[in-house]
């Protein structure tokens, strides 16, 4: 029996992806070069987009056919269109999904993929590592809250003896990913005795060594430990063997100066970091729920700067948010400057189902207007080197 694993998306995706590898290939499978010569295909979709969300309808279509030749394939859909209906309660979106694509034989949440197995890598030296999964932050155009769930992260121990393990198998590379990386650990200790308990032994260890204490944070209104990312950085880079570490994604108000000094003081880390931005106008940041002014996004960069040497910077742009003006616009083109970014993902707004932007705004920038501010971006940032920014 073989399978083929068709991934759309982001990190998060790969990685679980090559978790799902993993389950097949303990039932005995061996991968297919090719979808039709598979009897499981699996999907692994995402929802960040409409096209996105087009490409696998388009895809399960395409592959009916193939069921007429092979009787025994299975089509399986997993991932983050699967998250959100199985999360949205009167199960609407479950049946349309069930409606639209007839020929899926299973919807499968992600979640019921669990660690049990080492994954089966795509690269035989840069290798994944999951340290988190979902996200509280609830940005109003983003649907990873509901597709994903509120963010858990994986236990301390677990993480490091994976990427021992790795290093046993020959990666030197590690990526670790998360919706909120930099936002690990916050969810392992909310202040209350209860959850507490829920600690492994040896995290509970950890944080006293460490003395870290929940602190009240303001944007989500409950107290939650500041993060253990900074620490969690600093016991992999112990690990020898492992030669390189980065991460994606971070996001600028959890980078802590402790984690800057965390990443000035160990060569191992990247000195790449990849911050979303999405907009340089503070009212559409304020609309889109990002808990950051420009200036103080530009102040976190002008420090890690400072604090490090040739660190170069990426980040994620919307272009088009519901209502942003063109002065608005003009001010994420300033920032965009100053920063001196040596690639940006932009993106132009897509309505998502929801998502709080989908039920207060109105998706009112026309599609050539996103696309003439797509371009802009693309033309200053990723056909131009940046990088000589005139930001100090
Ligand atoms: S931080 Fe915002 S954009 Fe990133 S995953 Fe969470 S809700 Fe989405």
């Not at 982001?10 to 010569?37: L, V």
């Not at 290798?127 to 996200?135: E, L, M, R, T």
């Not at 083109?333 to 932009?346: E, N, P, Q, R, S």
Request: net charge positive.
């Amino acid at each position: 029996m073989k399978y083929f694993i068709k991934t759309f998306g982001c990190a998060a995706n790969e990685a679980d992806s090559e978790r799902i590898a993993s389950y097949y290939k303990a039932r005995g499978f061996t991968q297919a070069k090719r979808i039709q010569d598979a009897d499981d295909v699996v999907i692994n979709t995402c929802m960040v987009r409409q096209m996105a969300e087009d490409r696998v309808y388009g895809l399960v279509h395409n592959l009916q056919k193939f069921k007429t030749q092979n009787s025994k394939l299975k089509i399986i859909v997993t991932g983050c269109m699967v998250g959100m209906a199985m999360r949205e309660k009167t199960g609407k979106m479950l049946s349309l999904l069930k409606e639209k694509m007839p020929a899926v034989d299973e919807f499968l949440p992600i979640e019921e993929v669990g660690f049990d197995h080492a994954p089966i890598r795509t690269d035989k030296t840069h290798a994944w590592v999951p340290i988190s999964n979902g996200c509280n932050n609830f940005c109003t155009f983003c649907v990873v809250p509901f597709t994903r769930g509120r963010e858990v992260s994986r236990p301390f121990e677990d993480i490091l003896l994976e990427c021992r393990q790795l290093t046993q198998q020959g990666y030197k590379h590690i990526t670790l990913v998360g919706q909120n990386v930099n936002s690990y650990g916050a969810d392992l200790l909310l202040g209350s005795q209860k959850d507490a308990i829920l600690l492994s032994w040896k995290d509970r260890i950890l944080l006293q060594v460490k003395n870290v204490k929940p602190t009240y944070v303001k944007h989500l209104g409950r107290l939650r430990i500041p993060t253990l990312f900074p620490q969690l950085l600093e016991e992999i880079c112990k690990i020898e063997g492992i030669t390189c570490i980065d991460f994606i994604s971070s996001n600028p108000w959890d980078f802590s100066d402790d984690l800057i000094k965390t990443i000035a003081n160990n060569a191992k880390i990247s000195r790449h970091i990849h911050l979303p931005v999405q907009s340089g106008s503070n009212e559409v940041l304020k609309r889109m729920n990002r808990w950051y002014t420009s200036e103080q996004y530009i102040a976190v960069i002008s420090k890690i700067k400072t604090q490090i040497q040739n660190i170069t910077f990426s980040t994620d742009i919307i272009v088009g948010f519901p209502g942003e003006t063109k002065e608005q616009f003009e001010h994420t083109v300033d920032l965009a400057k100053k920063v001196g970014f040596t690639k940006a993902y932009v993106a132009m707004y897509s309505d998502r189902p929801m998502t709080a932007a989908h039920k207060v705004f109105t998706d009112d920038i026309p599609h050539e207007e996103k696309k003439r501010r797509w371009k802009i971006l693309e033309e200053l940032i990723n056909k131009t080197n940046l990088r000589a920014g005139t930001y100090k």
